[in-house]
């Protein structure tokens, strides 16, 4: 379990393609010391195991079903990902529950300075409409963020110079995808409705 807090950043060192999927290795400096094997740390919003720690370098092993849900395949040496280790019992809850399961990516449609902050547009798909509300929180690459509005084919998120410095936002553009985990209160709901209705037809 995580929280959407990101704890810092991460630059690719290779994401080398495996039999099954593939190994990602990055330069995690801020948080090796403390990392062990078996570890679970969210990378861009996805919960992986730590396998090999070298010194600043912690590699995770990445399944095929990885590659196609998120856009972690899509990373490239020199690039920065946001980590964030799981939770400890007692700890503040500063964001919300995130799990680190990937539900899809999204494609950044606007990504713009207005005024002392930052405009984040991503789109919505069509699974994601009704799990995300106005001013609910949605999680984007790891980050726990609350959509000031919802349209109907996009979210808008308003971002702080502090978010985007401490994460890997700087380097982001229109066009690149997120990955995006849908609130998990949502989406038990949604299938507590579903299940409700198919059971009354």
């Known amino acids: 379990m995580f929280t959407g807090l990101i704890e810092s ?35 861009n919003g996805c919960c992986l195991t730590a396998t090999t720690i070298e010194g600043e370098c912690v590699a995770f092993d990445l399944l095929e079903q990885t590659l196609r849900v998120t856009d972690l395949g899509e990373l490239r040496p020199g690039d920065l990902v946001n980590i964030e280790r799981a939770m400890m019992a007692g700890a503040r809850l500063g964001g919300h529950f995130v799990q680190g399961h990937v539900d899809d990516t999204v494609e950044i449609l606007t990504w713009c300075q ?60 229109a066009g690149q995808r997120m990955n995006v985990e849908w609130d998990m209160l949502a989406k038990h709901v949604r299938e507590l409705v579903r299940a409700e209705l198919a059971r009354r037809t």
Request: hydrophobic content about 40%; aromatic content about 2%.
């Open 9 to 43: 950043t991460a630059r690719v060192l290779s994401l080398e393609p495996r039999s099954g999927g593939a190994r990602l290795r990055l330069d995690a400096s801020a948080i090796a010391s403390e990392v062990r094997e078996g570890d679970s740390i969210a990378v």
């Open 114 to 173: 207005e005024g002392a902050d930052w405009r984040l547009e991503v789109s919505l798909p069509e699974e994601g409409r009704g799990l995300v509300i106005p001013k609910g929180s949605i999680c984007l690459d790891g980050i726990s963020l609350t959509a000031a509005e919802v349209l109907p084919d996009r979210v808008v998120c308003w971002i702080i110079p502090h978010t985007r410095e401490a994460t890997h936002l700087a380097n982001k553009q």
